[in-house]
């Protein structure tokens, strides 16, 4: 699945280039609330949940479990590194 940088929101790309370095480094499922406070979004934790939620959809990030944070699939890993990592 190969997906076109418009076909995310600028904010989704913020978010997945957020959880993916996240991710590298700590090998942690990243939460909304961790994502506000390490970022410094000018958003709720709700905001970012509903684009977490949009970037699941897509297929480029999941749940570990349900109740966890959510960790990069092969293809956000392969959007960030196609578009995001750059930035």
Request: hydrophobic letters at 35%; aromatic letters at 6%; a positive charge.
């Given at each position: 699945?190969?997906?076109?940088?418009t076909?995310?929101?600028?904010?989704?790309?913020?978010?997945?280039?957020?959880v993916?370095?996240?991710?590298?480094?700590?090998?942690?499922p990243?939460?909304?609330n961790?994502?506000?406070?390490?970022?410094?979004f000018?958003?709720?934790s709700?905001?970012?949940?509903?684009a977490?939620?949009?970037?699941?959809?897509?297929?480029?990030?999941?749940?570990?479990?349900?109740?966890?944070?959510?960790?990069?699939?092969?293809?956000g890993?392969?959007?960030?590194?196609?578009?995001?990592m750059?930035?």
């Amino acid at each position: 699945m190969n997906i076109k940088k418009t076909e995310i929101t600028h904010r989704e790309q913020q978010v997945l280039k957020a959880v993916v370095e996240d991710y590298i480094l700590n090998h942690v499922p990243i939460g909304s609330n961790v994502l506000k406070q390490k970022h410094a979004f000018d958003c709720s934790s709700a905001t970012l949940r509903n684009a977490m939620a949009s970037l699941e959809k897509k297929n480029l990030m999941m749940h570990t479990y349900t109740s966890s944070g959510r960790v990069p699939t092969d293809v956000g890993y392969r959007y960030y590194v196609d578009h995001l990592m750059q930035q």
